[in-house]
């Protein structure tokens, strides 16, 4: 693992270093659905205020999150490094969003639908982060599974030079996540072409991305807060709860038209 890219006497974390690249991939994701749609609207700026809206967000949801953590060594965990959580990322970064699609008269519905495939994407190459540095955001330690008569052995990797040292072999769980990401957003992306309702696309996303963060809690070590579920779990059910509840809702708006590219202008005789 590499926590930390030693340039001369400057050490660079490659948390922060995949953080960036996550925002820099989502607004250029972004830049394209809107010049797509045909949009004038600023996409970097709108994508740049939302990613600080949801730094906030993600420290502020895992301080409250893990309220031991600021007992062990308070204020300073505002600015650690490690500890960011997806949902309240997701919550204030949402936000952020809505606030700017109001202003720019895009609509707070089409917005999140232009910026959903940009955030599953995001969110996958952020996760490549916690993996280079180790942060914790690792699996359970592997174990042999048993089904139908037969034995598997699962893949797992130990992380003895991550921020959080873990000596045996473990679920590397944000590849799971990554390779999630990759595939929600790219089937986003494809139908975010079609011809779709307002609202379908976010609906989409809310239910694939809590479904998946919901499945992979399964193998992650966060500890088990009700009905043997973790607090990501329990958010993550939601989440599929209201994407579901917006897909459904959705189908019975009227469909837009499909965004067709401007005809090439004719060159004069």
Known sequence: MFPYLHIGSFNLPTFGLMLWLAAVTGAVVVDRAFKRARLTADAVGMVAIAVVAGIVGAKLWHVVDTPSEFRSIGWAVLWDNAGFAWYGGLI??????????????????????????????GYGVGRIGCFLSGDGCYGIPIKPVHLLGMTFHPWGMAFPNGIEPVYVPVYPTPLYELAAGLLIGGWLWWRLGKRHAAGSILGQYLALSGLARFLVEFIRRNPKVLWGLSNAQLAS???????????LWAATRPVQVKEKAPAPVAKPA
Do not use: H, M, Y
């Not at 970064?93 to 495939?117: E, F, M, V």
């Not at 059910?237 to 897909?247: F, I, R, Y």
């Open 237 to 247: 059910a939601g989440a599929v709860v209201v994407g579901v509840a917006l897909t």
């Open 92 to 121: 204030f970064g949402i936000s952020a969003l809505i606030l700017q699609g109001i202003r720019a008269k895009i609509g707070a519905l089409r917005t999140l639908d232009l910026c959903a495939p940009a955030a599953a994407i």
